[in-house]
């Protein structure tokens, strides 16, 4: 995987970046403007020449489809005038690096270790650790299913005595189906209101981070996948793999 950060004022277009990894194979792309989730792209080219060494290329455009595409008129400059981007530094770091940090079974390989479940109306059964379709990584994933019976699952973390911080969690999702809500969510004390991201419908593995929290000395997190879902068919799902903490 492979983050590409850029910096931009509030509303300004944002900058198009096209390259691809050195001495590497990168299957996914992360995008953010000032450390905001942006985009993600996922690839699957597997042939050869996509295995070759390669280079990282930054390539100033206007317009696109995350900004939209300005009239000429708008970006139009006096006769020798120039439109420049300024490359401040480019970092590389591997994942699970020093900007990741560790989280007790984020791939739900060993089961619900690390992980609870809590549930208002005992439909917790709705939330477990299988290899249906595959994990992102591994070969297990959390899922939160039921054959048709309405469910509501909250499976979360705990993480405390955290240095003080801005924090972050990514994970990976797939989902489909009909929900009446279904969050990826983080707080900082057991009865605090969540920071949500709301999850839409992701046919592959797709990242999601919550909002960034601001953290005390010896703070608290506890964080995770909160989903209510109706009467349905069996087709309701959520899959979360690779959790990850990370601390800005």
Known sequence: MLDVFACGRSGGSHPQLAFSSHYAYANSIVFRLDKDFVSTATFGHNETEFQQPHHLILNLAIGGNWCGHPSPDAIDL????????????VCWYQPGGAQSLGLTNAGFEQGLTGWDTWSPNGTGSAAISETYNGGHSGSFHLTHWTSGSPFEAWTYQT?????????KLRAWFRKGGTFDFARFQVKTCGSCAASVSDLGTYSGYTLVETPAVTVPANGYLEFGLHSKAP????????HMDDVERVRL
């Open 78 to 89: 006096p006769w020798g005038a120039k439109k420049t981007m300024e490359v401040e530094s």
């Open 159 to 167: 993480k405390s005595g955290l240095q003080a911080g801005t924090y």
């Open 231 to 238: 009467t349905h068919n069996g087709s309701s799902f959520i």
